[in-house]
């Protein structure tokens, strides 16, 4: 297994560019981000898992001293799987993250970015959410609260950190809207709780270009989405006027209002990371652009 990009980093780079470690499964998510990172810092290297961090040769190869790392962290589909992983496997990966960003600390890195989700917030309950709200702890949402406890570690230990708590990241590629169109072309509704609720969303390459401004805004926690959360209600509309016939209730675990990923409503008009940064989302509204989605398979 290969742990570095097979992407060339630019030759051309700004000498005072930030260097910047990228650590993430691989995804559309993370080959986005480094593609954003490749055209405007140097980009040290790209690693699959927090735990490769602390391998000598990438520390001592990479020259972590003021760099910063960024972790992409993915929402899982809900089922038996994500449920075993959180049992028996989740406890290793939190102390991955823990020891990756305190074996960073020690060789120097200052910054640490977390690209987290926003299906981490408990229900808005009519209000709007901010980054202070109430979370859940569930086995879609583990790496994400695992990567912002490590950032809250990396800060205690005298460096800063930013966490982004993205809304739906969608995408043709991406899991979860995989999963959602995939049943909606055969005729059922995986976005299954009230109609009412809200759905907090960004495109995949809005939320990519929030990197670069990440690298340099000052330290906290920011919610990042395209602004204008929808109901599920206008998601679905929007499906069944694009397949030309109704969805029906699929029922099934995980996906309906006692899910974690579509039970709680999240009204998210936070607007502060893009008053920071001067950082815009430029796709399409949501429900638009998922619908587009159904005419194109992967």
């Known amino acids: 297994m290969t742990y570095t990009c097979h992407e ?39 690693l699959d898992t927090p735990a490769r961090l602390s391998c000598p040769a990438v520390t001592s190869a990479s020259g972590l001293a003021g760099a910063t790392v960024v972790f992409v962290t993915l929402p899982r589909l809900p089922g038996l799987a994500a449920r075993l992983r959180h049992r028996y496997r989740d ?15 020690h060789h120097g890195a200052a ?35 695992a990567a912002e406890r490590a950032a809250r570690l990396f800060t205690s230990l005298g460096g800063d950190s930013v966490v982004l708590r993205l809304g739906w990241t969608y995408s043709r590629e991406e899991a979860i809207t995989r999963r959602v ?11 299954d709780a009230d109609p009412g ?20 805004v000052p330290p906290g926690t920011y919610n990042v989405t ?9 998601l ?17 675990l995980g996906w309906g209002a006692d899910g974690i990923l579509f039970g709680p409503s999240r009204r998210i008009a936070d607007r ?10 430029q796709a399409v509204p949501a429900a638009e652009s998922l619908a587009g989605l159904c005419y194109l398979r992967s």
């Not at 939190?94 to 600390?105: H, I, L, N, P, S």
């Not at 169109?181 to 976005?191: K, P």
């Not at 270009?209 to 690298?215: E, F, G, W």
């Open 8 to 46: 060339p980093v630019p030759a051309r780079i700004p000498a005072q560019a930030a260097r910047v470690l990228l650590i993430g499964a691989p995804s559309p998510l993370r080959s986005a981000v480094a593609q954003q990172l490749q055209a405007s810092s140097a980009l040290l290297a790209c």
């Open 91 to 105: 406890p290793a990966l939190a102390a991955g993250f823990e020891q990756a960003v305190t074996t960073a600390r």
């Open 111 to 145: 910054r640490v970015v977390v690209l987290s989700t926003a299906f981490r917030y408990d229900d808005d309950r009519g209000l709007p959410l901010h980054p202070g709200s109430p979370t859940l702890e569930a086995a879609e949402t583990a790496p994400a609260a």
């Open 181 to 191: 169109l995939s049943a909606a072309r055969r005729g059922w509704r995986l976005i």
């Open 197 to 216: 609720a809200r759905v907090a969303m960004i495109a995949e390459p809005d939320a990519a270009r929030a990197i670069r401004p990440a690298l340099t």
């Open 226 to 234: 395209d602004g204008f959360p929808v109901t599920q209600g206008m």
């Open 236 to 252: 679905n509309a929007r499906l069944e006027a694009a397949l030309g016939r109704p969805l029906h209730s699929l029922d099934e």
């Open 272 to 281: 502060t990371f893009g008053d920071l940064t001067g950082w815009q989302p």
